[in-house]
T-cell receptor, first 115, second 113 residues
Framework: DAGVIQSPRHEVTEMGQEVTLRCKPISGHDYLFWYRQTMMRGLELLIYFNNNVPIDDSGMPEDRFSAKMPNASFSTLKIQPSEPRDSAVYFC?????????????FGPGTRLTVL | GESVGLHLPTLSVQEGDNSIINCAYSNSASDYFIWYKQESGKGPQFIIDIRSNMDKRQGQRVTVLLNKTVKHLSLQIAATQPGDSAVYFCAENYGTGRRALTFGSGTRLQVQP
């Protein structure tokens, strides 16, 4: 089975540019999570969806960040405009409801560098 | 996908020894805990989990111990191998109906051959 797929794996962009990160969750999973990992703050939850509906976006840093999930097999995280402090590794994870808190499976991440 | 880097606590062990990685969690209401392993350039990988109604759970070469009194979690790896070298994170879940996890800062395990 394919795991969580993220693209691109690496992104280098200049300050002020728009950046779009993409995620395909594991087929059949109904939860999708976006995390950010930095040296200073570790792994932080940005937002998560259940059945394509955003449930908790309290971790989204500011209005420059937005996330969508138009269908069960695709999600995007957009940063517009990007800033150097957005440089981090962004992970997508998915899980399947099984009656309790469910194991989250992570993608390989997108390393974002904003110059 | 580099994991959290230079300022992580590091545990260095000899190949074949047992490893114990510790984690203090923050919320006494947390009811579910997970250990993840993150190798360089990869996303976190599930190792083992435990619910708050248990104090011990065993997997293949790994054991997780939960002490709710002092809010402490540990991961024991038996017969540590070079392939176990990675950063290990504990994560907790709290809040009724909340599915998100809160991650600890991680511990780097280095296995010396």
């Amino acid at each position: 089975d394919a795991g969580v797929i993220q693209s691109p794996r690496h992104e280098v962009t200049e300050m002020g540019q728009e950046v779009t990160l993409r995620c395909k969750p594991i087929s059949g999973h109904d939860y999708l999570f976006w995390y950010r990992q930095t040296m200073m703050r570790g792994l932080e939850l940005l937002i998560y969806f259940n059945n394509n509906v955003p449930i908790d976006d309290s971790g989204m840093p500011e209005d420059r960040f937005s996330a969508k999930m138009p269908n069960a097999s695709f999600s995007t995280l957009k940063i517009q405009p990007s800033e150097p402090r957005d440089s981090a590794v962004y992970f997508c994870a998915s899980s399947k409801t099984s009656g309790g808190v469910d194991t989250q499976y992570f993608g390989p991440g997108t390393r974002l560098t904003v110059l | 996908g580099e994991s959290v880097g230079l300022h992580l606590p590091t545990l260095s062990v000899q190949e074949g020894d047992n490893s114990i990685i510790n984690c203090a969690y923050s919320n006494s209401a947390s009811d579910y805990f997970i250990w993840y392993k993150q190798e360089s350039g990869k996303g976190p990988q599930f190792i083992i989990d435990i619910r708050s109604n248990m104090d011990k759970r065993q997997g293949q070469r790994v054991t997780v111990l939960l002490n709710k009194t002092v809010k402490h979690l540990s991961l024991q790896i038996a017969a540590t191998q070079p392939g176990d070298s990675a950063v290990y994170f504990c994560a907790e879940n709290y809040g009724t109906g909340r599915r998100a996890l809160t991650f600890g800062s991680g511990t780097r395990l280095q296995v010396q051959p």
